[in-house]
T-cell receptor
């Protein structure tokens, strides 16, 4: 596809279960970001991947959160033992390279609801 | 620490009227500033950005923003809004060469 694709678009899970959120960036984009958007709040940075460099995980809120990027393309954000406070929209973005002068293109997000 | 404040949670404007959305930032260095728009069910779309140079920046969809260092502001404006401008708008500051710090957003409602 032409844009950033995220799946699933919606996910309802029970508290304590693990979930995986997927992001397919734009082909050829080396930089990939995950953000979280909670109700009434702005976007919160979670993690950043750039090429083969070690990711910047400084935004992950707890050790229940992890992410990987395989082959420099698809990324998966995993939340273990989900809690109700994890309910949010998780947004993925990619850009052609590192640098704020390059536009980051956002996917439509995955809305996670923990019940 | 860097932060972005959008003082208005919700603004209602009549179609054809002008719109101004406020954004204040706190950042020690010269900021990279952005405005994004999020339409219902859509991802974020970049409207415009400021890095340096002319403090009045033109963006897509007829939007513009003005950087005022003395006021630590980067307000977004549009002279005449269209119903399609109803959306949520986010101001953001670049905190290094890849990370963005976002404000809480302003929801714009356009009435006929």
């Amino acid at each position: 596809g032409a844009g950033v694709s995220q799946s699933p678009s919606n996910k309802v899970t029970e508290k304590g279960k693990d979930v995986e959120l997927r992001c397919d960036p734009i082909s050829g984009h080396t930089a990939l970001y995950w953000y979280r958007q909670s109700l009434g709040q702005g976007l919160e940075f979670l993690i950043y991947f750039q090429g083969n460099s070690a990711p910047d995980k400084s935004g992950l809120p707890s050790d229940r959160f992890s992410a990987e990027r395989t082959g420099g393309s698809v990324s998966t954000l995993t939340i273990q033992r989900t809690q109700q406070e994890d309910s949010a929209v998780y947004l993925c973005a990619s850009s052609v390279r590192q640098g704020l002068d390059t536009e980051a293109f956002f996917g439509q997000g995955t809305r996670l609801t923990v019940v | 620490a860097q932060s972005v404040t959008q003082p208005d949670i919700h603004i209602t404007v009549s179609e054809g009227a002008s719109l101004e959305l406020r954004c204040n930032y706190s950042y020690g260095a010269t900021p990279y500033l952005f405005w994004y728009v999020q339409s219902p069910g859509q991802g974020l779309q970049l409207l415009l950005k400021y890095f340096s140079g002319d403090t009045l920046v033109q963006g897509i969809k007829g939007f513009e923003a003005e950087f005022k260092r003395s006021q630590s502001s980067f307000n977004l404006r549009k002279p005449s809004v269209h119903w399609s401008d109803a959306a949520e708008y986010f101001c953001a500051v670049g905190t290094n060469d890849y990370k963005l710090s976002f404000g809480a957003g302003t929801t714009v409602t356009v009435r006929a």
